[in-house]
């Protein structure tokens, strides 16, 4: 069976807004875990710093908050 030309036109349109939906997803996607990892980023660094905050306060004997 022989495909018009048009037929063929109407498929490539279709795969090309597919491509363009998926390229668009895949940004945004991209750049959610780019925010994401930057706050594990702060979150990591800021409970090291609280935990040597407590180590040194236990090694000076204070009374030391958890």
Do not use: H, P
């Amino acid at each position: 069976m022989r495909r018009t030309k048009d037929s063929r036109n109407a498929d490539k349109t279709m795969i090309g807004k597919l491509g363009f939906i998926l390229e668009a997803a895949r940004k945004r996607i991209f750049r959610f875990f780019s925010i994401l990892q930057d706050y594990t980023v702060i979150i990591l660094t800021g409970s090291v710093l609280l935990q040597m905050d407590y180590v040194e306060c236990r090694l000076r004997k204070g009374i030391c908050r958890e």
